[in-house]
């Protein structure tokens, strides 16, 4: 009896010896995890989210059961509100993309700022294309500023919002170049591509993903890529920079941040988790699938991108005529 | 004909038993989610996509294609029998067939509303089918003065359905333009009428002031009057409980127009079905022989909107499939599903993946018959809905609004902005000011506002260009037409029975 | 000796001349025309002018008519009823975001049972707590649709 006490003892003391070091690495999610996506079912936040969850599921990597949370509202500002709202709670992730660094530049109303939350990774980055139908005459870059210098704001641009990042880029290479040409607002995708298509506007700065399948049906020309590096499905075409027109970066990513509050071993975990998750093949297919890049980023790297990325944006929106509040 | 060759070999697909059970899962759902407020067709297919991740592409589209076309025939049952619109599109059908329900024709309402929807979603197919890609190439011709023009023909039917003051007409139209305004201007990103409020900044959505104005307004009034009868009437007969003779062949007109408007509306990327059934239905009134029913509970004002929601959808799927051009809500999640399964959808989909094409387009004649089959049967069924007693009738209707309202996104302004529409609906009526057209200028408002916005900037400022273009100039025309055809027809008439001399 | 009450339509077109000029002067604050094409305050100052203009003339012709003798009796009773329902409506949906979606509807549905229909309150419990407890398990259950919770979790 007494021996048997003595050896519980000595384990319990033994283990509790090293159970210090594990505690401090050990953190791991104990309830299900919301991730929080600011816009409605089957929109970019909302499948990319999905896709997350989807990919950790499928290699395995889960703990615990992660769903799936639409903060629809605000143009956005209702996720990142709520994001705020759940400080110091390691159980709620959101989908952070661009538009979370934009918003508090031009909304007034908008209270949350990303650069106070957690941040915890950045994931992807969509690249652009530049694009004109294949029956323009334009049949290089330099040829369409050429013509948008001699006839300055006849030739029109179909795109988003005035904050998106189609526009910025336009500001950016009318500045750098010294031409005008106008944008055209429309609220979706299929009506700023059919505009394009049908001839009724000029150029087009897309995703791969929107413009890719009329590229290769022979209805789109690429022009440049707006882009670092040269994407794999478009080999032939240059990059910006590559065509003679370097301007800013203007980076169109999305990673993960949580609640501002939350402990530094919570943050560690989900640093390792959607590392090894980006790290894996469905992610990486998923990538390729959808012409994404990978441009994984540490935690703490992810913070300063948000603080150097929103002084570089508030720069080209200021050039950009916007009005910028913060 | 090599259409007929791949439809051919799409019905050998369709017609696989796994095929045939995942077209019958799908108009199931689709049903189902159409009926009930709180989940619609884009949210249902979101939330099924993960669990379609290891199926056949072909199966899954028709799965999902299923959910689609069927929430449209479901979003009819509410309307009608309870005066909720099930979804946007659904919202015309609340004017004359809930009014048809309130005068003991609800089984006939139901009735012509599948119908309709079978004949108008199965042109909307057989056009797919011979025409997607001339049709598409059509399409592209549109742009933002064409969509200015259709707008214009749409607002034209504000006169049309003004009812007795016209000014009072214009004036509730007048508000429903002010009320889309509301939130962010897309092209400057300034906010307006906000009032500082981070909630409005997204804008008011359609379904809040929808149900508010039709369903809780509604209540509101019956409790007003205090109709006497606790339940209102039902027909004992199943022969009363269906459309009769006379009805459906009130309806010819009816069930052509829906087809041809709502198809070649769904075909434009970014035009809602809300505005293809406004348009057919205002189209149905102006060339009717009694206009001034409309609203009281007729047929043909069920018929025109149901269909052209249906043939709506048929449409919507021309740009998808032979451009990969999204017509926004649910097209886009379909859209990325077929992407999710490797299908690439664009101009080169019919050639690299025929089988998915032909087959869903196969299986659509198939589910759609499916839908009248399902649908039909349960209409007596639902009638028997109107039975339950005014005092838990009216609590369910508050409810479902209440939770179809919290669905939009989940924030309580949502149900405060629900109760003060549902005031707003009951205020207009005492005042005798429509409805209607306060609900048409909300639809139609925005989307008039951007293409105007859109085809100056396009234009660099020359106003001509609204006017010039040759399928804006048509449908200005058209709207012209609808302005004075009432009052040239009824001169008309006049006119004859003046010169027959008939005692009035 | 009850006075006559103004007519609806003088109420109606005060209300929305009211409207139409607050929309008309924060039309007048936002750009009217941008080098692009017309600005966010085109369009609101179009149809801000318009309802302003259209509301007077309705307010004018309502005010020239004579006033008509033959008009029915405001059913008071009938209006208290229908607003009283529409306040006890507009406060449940408040409230629900403290005491949850079901307990809201119970209330709002024993209400109506009790005082709208004057069924007595064994039977407007009974449809109270009948109705949550069936959108409960639709809903809730059935169909994971999210609703406003109390802190007892529904």
Request: glycine letters at 12%.
């Amino acid at each position: 009896m007494k021996r048997r006490h003595l050896i519980a003892t000595g384990a319990t003391l033994a283990l509790g010896g090293a159970m210090p070091a594990r505690a401090q690495a050990g953190w791991v999610p104990t309830r299900p995890i919301e991730i929080v996506a600011h816009n409605g079912p089957g929109s970019g936040p909302d499948v990319f989210a999905r896709a997350l969850v989807s990919t950790l599921e499928q290699e395995r990597l889960n703990p615990v059961r992660m769903q799936v949370a639409n903060r629809v509202g605000g143009g956005g500002a209702t996720a990142m509100n709520y994001i705020m709202d759940k400080r110091g709670d390691p159980h709620v992730l959101g989908v952070w993309t661009s538009l979370w660094l934009s918003l508090p530049l031009v909304q007034a109303e908008a209270r949350a700022l990303t650069t106070d939350m957690t941040a915890i990774t950045r994931i992807a980055i969509e690249p652009a294309l530049l694009v004109v139908r294949t029956e323009s005459p334009h049949r290089t870059l330099a040829d369409l500023i050429a013509a948008a210098r001699a006839r300055p704001g006849a030739l029109r641009q179909s795109g988003g919002s005035p904050t998106a990042r189609d526009n910025l880029v336009r500001q950016l290479l009318m500045v750098s170049t010294g031409t005008r040409w106008s944008f055209i607002s429309f609220p979706g995708g299929g009506e700023r591509l059919s505009a394009l298509l049908g001839g009724h506007v000029d150029l087009m700065i897309a995703e791969p993903s929107e413009a890719g399948e009329q590229v290769r049906a022979g209805r789109l020309r690429v022009l440049a890529q707006v882009t670092e590096a040269r994407l794999p499905g478009f080999p032939d075409v240059p990059t910006l920079r590559e065509a003679g027109f370097p301007i800013t970066d203007v980076v169109q990513a999305r990673g993960l941040v949580a609640p501002p509050g939350i402990p530094a071993e919570a943050v560690a975990y989900y640093q390792g988790l959607f590392q090894r998750m980006s790290q894996s093949a469905t992610w990486q297919k998923y990538l390729e699938d959808n012409q994404f890049q990978g441009a994984w980023l540490s935690a703490a790297d992810t913070a300063t991108f948000f603080v150097a990325y929103q002084d570089t944006l508030r720069g080209i929106l200021q050039e950009a005529g916007v009005r910028v509040v913060r | 004909m090599e259409v007929l060759g791949g439809l051919g070999n799409g019905f050998a697909v369709a017609l696989q038993p796994i095929n045939l059970m995942w077209c019958f899962v799908g108009c199931f759902l689709g049903t189902i989610v159409g009926i009930l407020p709180g989940l619609g067709p884009a949210a249902t297919i979101a939330l099924l996509l993960p669990l379609t991740y290891g199926m056949d592409p072909t199966g899954g589209i028709i799965m999902l294609s299923g959910i689609y076309f069927g929430a449209k025939y479901g979003g009819s049952t509410t309307s009608i029998l309870l005066n909720i619109p099930g979804e946007a599109s659904s919202v015309v059908t609340c004017l004359d067939g809930h009014q048809m329900a309130r005068n003991g024709r609800a089984g006939a309402a139901l009735g012509i509303a599948a119908i309709a929807s079978f004949i108008a979603g199965t042109f909307g197919i057989v056009a797919l089918t011979v025409m997607a890609p001339p049709i598409a190439a059509f399409a592209l011709r549109f742009s933002s003065p064409e969509y200015f023009a259709l707008m214009v023909l749409g607002l034209s039917l504000v006169v049309v359905l003004g009812g007795n003051s016209l000014m009072k007409a214009l004036l509730s139209l007048l508000v429903g333009l002010w009320l889309t305004s509301i939130g962010t201007d897309l092209f400057t990103s300034q906010s307006r009428f906000t009032f500082g409020s981070s909630f409005l900044i997204s804008g008011i959505d359609f379904m809040i002031i929808a149900i508010g104005v039709f369903a809780i307004a509604g209540v509101l009034e019956s409790i007003k009057a205090r109709e006497e009868n606790t339940a209102l009437p039902v027909p004992g007969t199943l022969r009363e409980l269906l459309p009769s003779r006379a009805e459906l062949k009130a309806c010819r007109f009816a069930f052509a127009n829906g087809s041809i408007v709502g198809f070649l509306v769904g075909v434009l990327p970014g035009a809602g079905s809300a505005i293809a059934s406004f348009i057919a239905y205002g189209i149905e009134k102006s060339v009717s022989k009694h206009p001034e029913k409309f609203g009281t509970g007729v047929p043909e004002g069920v018929a025109a909107p149901e269909g052209a929601n249906n043939a709506d959808s048929g449409g919507a799927l021309v740009p998808l499939l032979t451009l990969g051009i999204p017509g926004g809500g649910t097209t886009a999640i379909l859209l990325s599903a077929l992407v999710l399964w490797g299908v690439k959808p664009g101009p080169l989909m019919m050639i690299e993946s025929p089988q998915v094409f032909w087959g869903l387009v196969a299986s659509l004649y198939i589910g759609n018959l499916m839908l009248l089959v399902l649908n039909l049967p349960l209409v007596p069924l639902f009638a028997q809905i109107l039975r339950i007693p005014l005092y838990v009738l009216f609590p369910i209707i508050f409810g479902l609004s209440l939770v179809g309202a919290y669905s939009v996104s989940d924030n309580v302004m949502n149900l405060v902005l629900l109760a003060g529409f549902g005031l707003v609906g009951y205020v207009m009526a005492k005042l005798d000011f429509p409805t209607a057209p306060l609900i048409l200028g909300f639809v139609l408002g925005d989307a008039m506002e951007r293409a105007v916005r859109q085809s100056l900037t396009m234009s660099q400022g020359d106003p001509a260009i609204l006017v010039e273009r040759p399928i804006s100039a048509v449908m200005l025309t058209l709207a012209a037409l609808i302005l004075l055809t009432p009052p040239a027809m009824s001169a008309w008439r006049r006119h004859t029975k003046h010169q027959k001399g008939s005692p009035s | 000796m009850m006075r006559a009450l103004p007519d609806r339509d003088v109420i109606a077109g005060l209300a929305l001349a009211a409207l139409g000029g607050f929309i008309t002067l924060r039309a007048t604050q936002w750009d009217l025309m941008g080098e692009d094409g017309p600005g966010p305050g085109f369009f609101p100052l179009g149809y801000g002018v318009l309802m302003l203009a259209l509301s007077i003339a309705l307010t004018g012709r309502a005010l020239l008519r004579p006033a008509m003798r033959g008009d029915a009796p405001v059913d008071v009773a009938g209006h208290a009823r229908a607003l009283l329902t529409w306040a006890v409506f507009a406060g449940t949906a408040v409230a629900m975001q403290w005491i949850g979606f079901m307990l809201g509807f119970a209330l709002l549905s024993a209400f109506i049972v009790a005082h709208v229909f004057e069924q007595g309150w064994r039977r407007a419990a009974l449809v109270g707590i009948a109705c949550a407890a069936g959108f409960w398990v639709v809903f809730q259950q059935l169909l994971g649709v999210s609703l406003p919770t109390g802190p007892w979790g529904f």
